[in-house]
T-cell receptor, first 115, second 108 residues
């Protein structure tokens, strides 16, 4: 298995532009998580899905952020309009609870820079 | 809000030495997990300890859990340069809450 796949790996954009981050979870995993990591705030859970349905989006910072999971193999995190304070590394993770260690498998992350 | 809080924030040791880091949390848990993050990479799961367990081993890793003190420790024995990374504890089952991490540097 290729693991969790994220694209792009790096994104540089200008303030006000729309940014779309993409994630392909591990096949068969029914939970998908979006995290944001910064030096100041550490690793924050933004939203997670179960069977393509958003379960908890309380970590989404504001209405500029939205996430979708149209099918079991694809999810997007969109920021519109983007702001410099959105600069961070965004991670996607997936899991299959009920397995021995209930671990989350993380993608390599997307490093977003908003100028 | 972050559930797990690691201590110390940073640790520098010589290759071959042991590294110990601690995690404290606030509320009751079902299990606690430890993850490692190498620079520029995603997190990798290391080990999970359940609330009814007190100690668990995996290779050079030893994890303890004291639910009365709401704390856990991760010990890495005979450290190697490849152990240089940040280590995070996380609590709960589905919605993991991560601490700020302990950055470990292993000097050759």
């Amino acid at each position: 298995d290729a693991g969790v796949i994220q694209s792009p790996r790096h994104e540089v954009t200008e303030m006000g532009q729309e940014v779309t981050l993409r994630c392909k979870p591990i096949s068969g995993h029914d939970y998908l998580f979006w995290y944001r990591q910064t030096m100041m705030r550490g690793l924050e859970l933004l939203i997670y899905f179960n069977n393509n349905v958003p379960i908890d989006d309380s970590g989404m910072p504001e209405d500029r952020f939205s996430a979708k999971m149209p099918n079991a193999s694809f999810s997007t995190l969109k920021i519109q309009p983007s702001e410099p304070r959105d600069s961070a590394v965004y991670f996607c993770a997936s899991s299959l609870p009920g397995t021995s260690d209930n671990e989350q498998f993380f993608g390599p992350g997307t490093r977003l820079t908003v100028l | 809000s972050q559930q797990g809080e690691e201590d110390p924030q940073a640790l520098s040791i010589q290759e071959g030495e042991n590294a110990t880091m601690n995690c404290s949390y606030k509320t009751s848990i079902n299990n606690l997990q430890w993850y490692r993050q190498n620079s520029g990479r995603g997190l990798v799961h290391l080990i999970l300890i359940r609330s009814n367990e007190r100690e668990k081993h995996s290779g050079r890793l030893r994890v303890t859990l004291d639910t009365s003190k709401k704390s856990s420790s991760l010990l890495i024995t005979a450290s190697r340069a490849a152990d240089t990374a940040s280590y995070f504890c996380a609590t709960d089952d589905y919605k993991l809450s991560f601490g700020a991490g302990t950055t470990v540097t292993v000097r050759a």
